[in-house]
Each structure stands twice: as structure tokens, then as C-alpha cells.
């Protein structure tokens, strides 16, 4: 099951499409179209400071309370995303920049994708922890490790998940991590 399945099913899709006044079709093509870029963040946090940091991380952040948040029914405390936004992607130019291609793709408002962005990490970053709580007896490299590679293609090798998506298209070097593309992008912004 991929990642927006598992988050439409718990009511995060419909929470961030009546929170933004858009269609349920609409907040699911911006998140699918936003998706890849964000667990890229993740698993690239990950990578240096391994899965216990990065859960570490998320649990400063606010943990499963990150995803109880966006699942309420009184406005999102969208400063939390911003924060883990700010730790998976180290610059707001990131963050532009994964809208500004999310939009070229899908068609949808940038400024709409900017606002789910922030909404999306803290499902992820929440559902993260969540899952990492309710399998505290199963193993970093079979839990929460599972999930971040599973993340991104659902049990499909990487490249058949990825072709023909917005990872695919952003993934111009091939090693299976858009977000240094887009960081690549960013920093051309910056000049």
C-alpha cells in the first residue's frame, strides 16, 4: 500500500481537503505529486544519524501528536510542519522549489501545494512515529526501516515505482533520491 493510501484511509486526506477548501481528488494529486519529495527528506535524514535519530527527531518535533493534529477537526498548527520541513529539507528554497515542480506536474496552485506541504510532513513525520510506537518489539531494519523503504513504492522494486512519477522526473541523477535534485534546483534559485 502506498504512503497517500495509508493516509486517506486514516482521514488525512479529507482533513487537508476541508481544512483547504479543495476537492478530496485535488489534495490527493497534490500529495501523491508532493509525496516523493518529502519521504526523500526523511530517508535522507535518516541516512546520517540512522533510524533511531531520525525517530528521535520526529519525536522532538511532536511525534504521532504531529499527525493527531492535521487529523483534527480545529485548524492545523501548520508551525509544526514548518519545523520538520525545516528539518528534512534545511531551507524554505527546498521547500519552493518542491511546490514549484509539484505544480508544473500536476497542475495544480503552487500556492495551495505550499500549503499542503507543511500539512504532509506532519502526517508522514506522525505516522512515522506512530508506527515506530506500536512496533517497539520488532526491529529498526524490519519496522520502521520497512516502512521508509517502503514508503516511496509500495513493495515495487524502485524504479518501476517511480517511473513515470513526479520522483522520476525529479530524480535527474538517478540514484533513487529526488530531494538532492531539488536541493541542486534550489541552490540555482539562490544565485
Known amino acids: 500500500m502506498q504512503i497517500t493510501e495509508m493516509l486517506d484511509s486514516m482521514g488525512g486526506i479529507q482533513s487537508m481537503a476541508r481544512e483547504l ?6 489534495a490527493k494529486t ?9 519521504i526523500g527528506g526523511f530517508k535522507k ?3 546520517p544519524a540512522g533510524l533511531e535519530g531520525l525517530l528521535n527527531m520526529v519525536q522532538g518535533l511532536g511525534g504521532s501528536g504531529l499527525l493527531d493534529n492535521v487529523l483534527a477537526p480545529q485548524p492545523t498548527d501548520v508551525a509544526q510542519g514548518n519545523s520538520v520541513l ?3 529539507f534545511g531551507s524554505q528554497n527546498v521547500s519552493r522549489a518542491v511546490a514549484q515542480n509539484a505544480a508544473n506536474s500536476t497542475g495544480l496552485d503552487p500556492g495551495l501545494l505550499k500549503k499542503m506541504l507543511p500539512m504532509l510532513a506532519m502526517l508522514v513525520g506522525g505516522f512515522m ?3 515506530s510506537t506500536t512496533a517497539q518489539d520488532v526491529p529498526a531494519d524490519g519496522g520502521l526501516g520497512s516502512l521508509l523503504g517502503g514508503l516511496m513504492g509500495g513493495g515495487q522494486t524502485a524504479n518501476s515505482a517511480r517511473s513515470g512519477s513526479l520522483a522520476s522526473m525529479l530524480d535527474l541523477d538517478g540514484d533513487g533520491n ?3 535534485d531539488i536541493m ?3 541552490g540555482k534559485f539562490l544565485r
Open 21 to 26: 477548501g479543495v476537492s478530496e481528488a485535488e
Open 30 to 38: 497534490g500529495a501523491e505529486a508532493l509525496m516523493p519529495a518529502i
Open 45 to 47: 535524514q535518516a541516512q
Open 86 to 88: 525545516g528539518q528534512i
Open 129 to 131: 512515529a506512530r508506527q
Open 178 to 180: 529526488p530531494l538532492d
Open 184 to 186: 541542486g534546483m534550489a
